[in-house]
């Protein structure tokens, strides 16, 4: 998939949302360092929801795919 998709603005206009510089999130990181692990967590959690989201994915297409085949010989 070499297609991007754009971010959307969750003000709703039309101007896309823009990311954070990484060194500025560093430096925020550095200068309080409490966030740290809150951030990790929900990289964490945001890793499960994609690998469920992934696995849920792969069983619908391999259910869809033996629907069609079962069509075909029917």
Not at 13 to 18: I, K, R, Y
Request: proline share 7%; glycine share 6%; aromatic share 2%.
């Amino acid at each position: 998939m070499s297609e991007r998709y754009p971010i959307v603005s969750p003000s709703g206009s039309d101007e896309p949302a823009q990311w954070p510089e990484s060194t500025a999130l560093a430096g925020l990181l550095v200068t309080d360092r409490k966030l740290i692990l809150p951030v990790l967590e929900l990289v964490e959690q945001a890793q499960c929801a994609v690998d469920d989201l992934i696995n849920v994915i792969g069983r619908a297409t391999i259910e869809a795919v033996l629907q069609m085949s079962g069509e075909q010989l029917a």
